[in-house]
């Protein structure tokens, strides 16, 4: 079947601009994840998904992020007036509700901030 | 301590010979683990989980020591195709969410 995808691949805007990076999950997947990944740097998670419930924002780095998903599927990471330390690999994770279970990436999107 | 620790490496190895990585981890909680595969700018794909009797998978072998809080990750007979870098996979805050590694670069050479 279909795996996550993400789009655009890659994205290269000016400092200031806003973005948007949008996630299409597996169907059937309830939950869903937001992870960055600097160069030589490990993932670095944002911020997650369950259902209907209330996200866990807890790793997104400043106001100046922001995401939502619509009707339990698509999500959208938004980032405002971006800076140059923004550059990264933005990756998404889905995977099916019970605890254990794989997490699925999509192939991520790079991000340049120049 | 970071939650979870690993040697970034990188490992160079000759074809067919056997290399372990360890990760360490600083919640004794945890009950489940993973290693993830990433090849050069792709992204993450599972690779095996880490049950508390060990889990083998063909070449590898992947163990956990809940004493010392590490697990590790054996791959005998290496093939050029296992280069990559290999991902420790920790879960914390009640499973939902996991902490990865910053990841073992392993380069197996000809």
């Known amino acids: 079947g279909a795996g996550v995808s993400q789009s655009p691949s890659n994205k290269v805007t000016e400092k200031g601009k806003d973005v948007e990076l949008r996630c299409d999950p597996i169907?059937?997947?309830?939950?869903l994840y937001w992870y960055r990944q600097s160069l030589g740097q490990g993932l670095e998670f944002l911020i997650y998904?369950?259902?209907?419930?209330?996200?866990?924002k807890s790793g997104l780095p400043s106001d100046r992020f922001s995401a939502e998903r619509t009707g339990g599927s698509v999500s959208t990471l938004t980032i405002q007036r971006t800076q140059q330390e923004d550059s990264a690999v933005y990756l998404c994770a889905s995977k099916r509700r019970t605890s254990a279970d794989t997490q699925y990436f999509g192939p991520g999107t790079r991000l340049t901030v120049l | 301590r970071k939650e979870v620790e690993q040697d970034p490496g990188p490992f160079n190895v000759p074809e067919g010979a056997t290399v372990a990585f360890n990760c360490t981890y600083s919640?004794?909680?945890?009950?489940?683990f993973f290693w993830y595969r990433q090849d050069c700018r792709k992204e993450p794909k599972l690779l095996m989980s880490v049950y508390s009797s060990g889990n083998e998978d063909g070449r590898f072998t992947a163990q956990l020591n809940r004493a010392s809080q590490y697990i590790s990750l054996l791959i005998r007979d290496s093939k050029l195709s296992d280069s990559a870098t290999y991902l420790c996979?920790?879960?914390?805050?009640?499973?939902?969410?996991?902490?990865f590694g910053i990841g073992t670069k392993l380069q197996v050479i000809p």
């Open positions: 919640n004794s909680a945890s009950q489940s």
């Open positions: 996979v920790v879960p914390f805050g009640g499973y939902q969410k996991v902490t």
């Open positions: 169907s059937g997947h309830t939950a």
């Open positions: 998904f369950q259902g209907n419930s209330a996200p866990d």
